[in-house]
């Protein structure tokens, strides 16, 4: 084994440790992510010999975003707590299923349509905060509200918070390096509209391997919380037109308005479209499907939180109405939105931070920004609906009970976790003796020495990997663009397609992020579970991530006899062969 293998291999230890005991041996993430941390230290300080001063910084900063994320969930956790004690929940509730009571309806029109505008106006696992807690009160189980939440993390996620990933992740990445500016003149643009380019060719890619999302969505859904997989596959129609009802536009705005309004306009306007449509009944399935009586839920499928508990009793008491109750969602997606897209606000708000600089004298640091943080939007929201639901002094107090008590488990697994991410990304030649590039880029090159000419089957692979580690897909755009880039030209193909592939994959990784996962339990009191959920989304992350390969060869050698081909043709049949097997087990069993 040569020097390269065994460094990718050590590289590779800590995330095969968390791996192994979350999805693996099932153990908590609270228990998981201690160990990964003891395991990434003890590589970094005998193995890439990074100086303990830069490890102690690496820890602190990580403790800094940790706390920050802790702060978004405590705001999810108080909005959805506050809308429970003060009963506008129930209205919420009565909201789809006024729609549609089929379970894979709600699904597709709160996970997909309003979780993508989410995630274009905050990004950074905001919209599974979102989306699980309004999910589990409209009665799903909450690992389902969770798994909805976590699969939505794709598509919609390179463009996130107003284009982030691309105009600070990819942009980032490229700075500064000369071949990334020869290549823009050579197709005779800057190098910030090669960026943009980057922007449209990202999401053509995602145009195709979002288009079956919401199909298999459904399918997960009903084959994991009750039902057959084949049920899910009953509603692929309303679920393409919602697939294509945010896809399609999505390409339009990036072409023609930049990448900061792809997710953000695209999930809107999909929205939209299928809010309307479904009121109308448009392809809306024959036959609701809804989950087994709450009775034969299996245990592991309930959190800590109960969607009924703290509501008020309504007998006799007038309810609230439609509009009151949903104004502290649509008021936490306005506040989202103009904080994003208006500069004075934006600049005025990241203003505030609490920073610390230079730790232990490394240069190392970081900054939580209270105001701008979707944590900050989330408390200032539950902070008005308690005057606009003339909630009472101890329905208030109830509610900060139930956020504050539901909180402590996902924190545990959050100071450990991005501690172990900045360890592993800040272990680079700068921060060392040993002279060895970080662990994310030892690996990325490993992979790439094996894979020669065929690398944009694996581009967004390496994409993926970023961003379970780092928790972002924007950091995994910032720590390996530059490198795909440079794989592109080192093997002759167009290196901006490469790029676009990188980046296509962080936005798939999110599903199975460790942060995103714990974050998104959390808020429905899910601690302890994210093994399994990780297993579940697993499933389309890997549909993703073949599908996105293979594009990207082609996008780069063309369609004919290749790898690409073959792979595409493979991916196609695979997804019918499993279609005919669901279909033809669902016909055997009702005629059994």
């Known amino acids: 084994m040569d020097g390269l293998a065994l460094l990718a291999l050590c590289a590779l230890a800590p995330i095969l440790t968390v791996g192994v005991l979350l999805v693996g041996l099932r ?63 129930r209205t919420i509730r009565r909201t789809f299923t006024d729609i549609s009571p089929d379970r894979r309806v709600q699904a597709v029109i709160i996970g997909w349509l309003f979780g993508g505008f989410i995630e274009g106006a905050s990004g950074f696992g905001t919209p599974a905060a979102i989306v699980a807690p309004l999910l589990l009160a409209l009665g799903f189980p909450a690992m389902a509200a969770v798994m909805v939440g976590l699969v939505i993390q794709s598509t919609p996620v390179s463009f996130g918070a107003v284009g982030t990933p691309i105009l600070v992740g990819v942009d980032g990445g490229l700075a500064g390096a000369p071949q990334v500016a020869e290549r823009a003149a050579a197709l005779g643009l800057t190098v910030p509209g090669l960026v943009e380019h980057i922007g449209l060719l990202t999401v053509l890619l995602h145009a195709v391997c979002g288009t079956l999302i919401p199909v298999f969505l459904c399918c997960m859904l009903c084959g994991f919380y009750g039902g057959r997989f084949a049920d899910g596959l009953r509603v692929w129609r309303f679920a393409l037109f919602a697939a294509f009802a945010m896809t399609l536009p999505s390409v339009a705005y990036n072409a023609f308005l930049g990448v900061e309004f792809t997710s953000l306009l695209g999930g809107l306007t999909g929205l939209l479209i299928v809010v309307a449509a479904a009121r109308r009944g448009f392809l809306l399935p024959a036959e609701p499907w809804d989950f087994p009586p709450r009775a034969r839920w299996n245990d592991r499928w309930n ?42 606000l934006t600049s005025w708000l990241q203003g505030v931070e609490l920073r610390a600089d230079d730790l232990f004298g490394t240069g190392i640091g970081d900054a939580v920004q209270p105001l701008y943080s979707p944590g900050g939007v989330f408390i200032a929201v539950s902070l008005v609906t308690c005057l606009l639901h003339r909630m009472r002094r101890a329905q ?3 509610a900060w009970r139930m956020a504050g008590g539901q909180l402590a488990g996902a924190a545990v697994a959050l100071l450990f976790a991005v501690p172990l991410v900045r360890v592993f990304i800040n272990s680079g030649a700068e921060y060392s003796t040993g002279g060895l590039d970080s662990m994310p880029l030892t690996l990325a090159e490993g992979a790439a020495s094996l894979a020669g000419g065929s690398w944009p089957l694996f581009a967004p692979w390496i994409g993926a990997l970023g961003a379970f580690v780092a928790g972002s897909n924007t950091v995994s755009n910032l720590m390996f663009s530059l490198f795909q880039f440079s794989t592109g030209e080192r093997i002759g193909v167009a ?36 093994g399994d959920l990780i297993r579940q989304t697993v499933i389309p992350l890997v549909y993703y991530l073949l599908l996105s390969g293979a594009l990207t060869y082609l996008f780069v050698y063309g369609i004919g006899l290749n790898a690409g081909t073959v792979l595409l043709a493979a991916v196609a049949a695979g997804l019918v062969a499993v279609a005919v097997l669901l279909l033809r087990s669902a016909r055997t069993a009702r005629t059994t």
């Open 303 to 344: 959190g800590a939180i109960d969607p009924g508990a703290g509501e008020p009793d309504h007998d006799g008491a007038p309810r609230i109405g439609l509009l009151r109750a949903w104004a502290p969602y649509l008021l936490a997606a306005g506040l989202l939105v103009l904080t994003r897209v208006v500069p004075p």
């Open 27 to 89: 153990w908590p993430a609270k228990y998981a992510m201690p160990a990964g941390y003891a395991v990434v230290v003890a590589v970094a300080l005998t193995v890439w010999r990074v100086e303990w001063q830069a490890v102690a910084a690496s820890t602190v900063q990580g403790l800094i975003l940790a706390l920050g994320l802790v702060y978004i969930i405590f705001g999810a956790l108080l909005l959805l707590a506050t809308l429970t004690t003060g009963g506008a929940i």
């Open 396 to 398: 208030v107090a109830a």
């Open 495 to 530: 290196p901006e397609t490469v790029v676009a592939g990188q980046a296509v994959g962080g936005a798939a990784g999110n599903m199975v992020t460790v942060h995103n996962v714990v974050a998104a339990a959390a808020v429905v009191g899910l601690v302890g579970r994210e």
